[in-house]
């Protein structure tokens, strides 16, 4: 589970290979004071939560052996000074949701509820993975937190929190024997408006694909820009923004922090990116083969704009790091998000010169909007989206992937025979580049004016997108009006994408008889990159249990009925 620890014993902490650890004694099992410096791979990833939550109880440990202080217990000294906690008839403390509300952020001892429990979490914030994100939930409620991150839900982790507890809510605070939920923080109370012609497939977090409309022209607006959360949408003040800087940490851990200024000093690269979710077409998959998990995406999880920046490489120049660092193969470039999302990609390609990863502060000529990023996202073009992480606050150079859950254990594809229990998920490598897709987003009815159209009789006109990560154009649109009994190629339309490698999607149009396609009953499609990779003809052959990389043809009847894509 986190590979940089040996030993969840009470004795030996590995030190990981790239990281430092910081102790003001050379042995703590001798000392009475020690502090540690827990690696940024482990406080950046939920999926390390488990073991960072060990670690600290095992640090405990240590310092109970070294005769050192550690946190009193419920009904110490120091609870009854802070908290001015009463007991009821069991002898159990009890706080007024005042008295919690009252050791915030800002206090030195900061508390948390979960349920009508009440804990002192003030040793845990430094060994967080989330890092800031658990203040989020100081002096309130940490259940809404928990129902996003579930990796919380085990029963390890609850029971070293409850080594926390030091009482429980006041009864005359509780309704009907609960916290009203009046009392408990949403992390979602800030959320950007969203347009309402987005397809909503949930709300909290936002999720939302892009309409048919949204899907009609080369450059999608950001308004009717597919919306693909995890977490919260982060929401910056005015003096926030303004004091906003990227964290840089190389491999020996030394940091260096940007302003968005002195990233908008830098030479800007404008290029244009289509951003694709793994899961998009994932309804067709699960339509077609055994249920598959996640999001019901149709062909909306997907997009294209233009975004611009610095380059990755520029700024990682300034810290020594570039394509002659040594064993750069092995490396990776480790992201984090405000809201605590973290990724990973290949070192490599945050250097690659005609890779053109950039930190993104512009979205088709405008700031990025709150939902795509803003003020910051890293876009790394060719890959799959949920590698451009958003609002990102902090980039590390390390020797090991992100140890987010979102790198380790979603975001990976497997064989049609393998379930959520057989999987490997270690020994599978996360989904970078994208294979090619494409599908049909709209099918106009056209009537016939005085003779005109195809052979005087009424038309339609068909119209869709396809697209290849890696940087790989696409050589052709086959597309069948028979079910895939005969082909002909659809017009490829012109676009003014900019970048050092195609990393936008192609738009495509096709004209057929009205009487040729009735008789016909099927539209499909299918797409071939330069590379002469097609689509597969079914999804049986690619299915996986999480429905990510869905390509197959796409098949739309004719006529269209009601619901169909």
């Known amino acids: 589970m986190w590979s940089t620890v040996r030993s969840l014993g009470l004795k030996q902490i590995s030190r990981p290979a790239g990281r430092r650890w910081t102790t003001s004694a050379t042995n703590a099992a001798s000392s009475t004071k020690a502090a540690w410096k827990l690696p940024t791979s482990i406080t950046i990833g939920t999926t390390s939560l488990v073991a960072c939550l060990l670690y600290l109880h095992n640090y405990r440990v240590l310092q109970t052996e070294a005769g050192a202080r550690v946190k009193k217990p419920a009904g110490s000294s120091q609870v009854q000074a802070d908290g001015a906690p009463k007991e009821d008839s069991g002898g159990t403390k009890t706080f007024r949701l005042d008295d919690v509300r009252s050791h915030g952020p800002d206090h030195k001892n900061v508390w948390v509820t979960r349920g009508t429990s009440v804990y002192d979490i003030t040793e845990w914030i430094p060994a967080h993975p989330g890092g800031n994100v658990i203040l989020n939930a100081a002096g309130g409620s940490i259940d809404a937190f ?201 070192l490599y390609k945050a250097l690659d010169p005609r890779g053109d990863v950039i930190l993104a502060t512009m979205m088709n000529g405008y700031p990025i909007p709150r939902d795509h990023g803003s003020p910051l996202r890293l876009i790394v073009p060719g890959v799959v989206a949920a590698r451009s992480v958003k609002f990102v606050s902090k980039l590390v150079v390390s020797d090991e992937e992100s140890h987010s859950q979102w790198q380790r254990r979603d975001y990976k594809s497997f064989g049609p025979n393998e379930t959520q229990q057989s999987a490997d998920w270690d020994s599978a490598p996360a989904i970078q580049e994208t294979p090619v897709n494409s599908a049909i987003t709209n099918i106009e009815e056209r009537y016939v004016v005085k003779g005109e159209g195809i052979d005087g009789h009424d038309y339609v006109v068909v119209s869709g997108y396809a697209f290849a990560g890696g940087g790989r154009d696409i050589a052709r649109v086959d597309i069948s009006v028979d079910g895939g009994k005969s082909w002909k190629q659809a017009k490829m339309l012109p676009d003014n994408a900019q970048g050092s490698q195609r990393w936008a999607w192609k738009r495509w149009r096709h004209e057929v008889g009205r009487a040729e396609i009735e008789a016909g009953g099927e539209l499909v499609v299918k797409a071939v990159d330069i590379g002469y990779n097609v689509q597969p003809e079914q999804h049986g052959g690619i299915h996986n249990f999480r429905g990510n990389l869905a390509n197959a043809w796409h098949r739309v009847k004719y006529p269209v009925t009601a619901g169909g894509d």
């Open 146 to 346: 928990w129902e996003i991150f579930t990796i919380h839900l085990k029963p390890e982790v609850t029971d070293i929190l409850e080594s926390y507890k030091i009482g429980e809510i006041d009864a005359r605070d509780l309704v009907d024997g609960k916290v009203p939920s009046v009392a408990i923080t949403d992390p979602f109370q800030a959320e950007p408006d969203r347009d309402r012609r987005l397809i909503v497939h949930s709300r909290k977090p936002r999720n939302a694909e892009t309409p048919a409309e949204g899907l009609k022209s080369f450059i999608t607006t950001p308004e009717l820009f597919y919306v693909r959360n995890h977490l919260w949408v982060p929401h910056l003040s005015d003096s926030e923004r303004t004091n906003y800087n990227l964290v840089l940490e190389t491999l020996d851990g030394e940091e260096k922090k940007f302003s968005l200024e002195a990233l908008d000093q830098l030479e800007q690269r404008t290029i244009t990116a289509t951003l694709q979710c793994s899961g998009n077409r994932r309804s067709h998959m699960n339509s077609s083969s055994p249920p598959v998990s996640g999001l019901p995406w149709a062909s909306g999880a997907i997009s294209t704009a233009t975004f611009t920046g610095p380059l990755l490489s520029d700024v990682l120049k300034q810290v020594g790091v570039s394509s002659e660092t040594k064993n750069i193969s092995e490396l990776h470039l480790q992201a984090v998000g405000l809201e605590g999302y973290g990724a990973s990609i290949p």
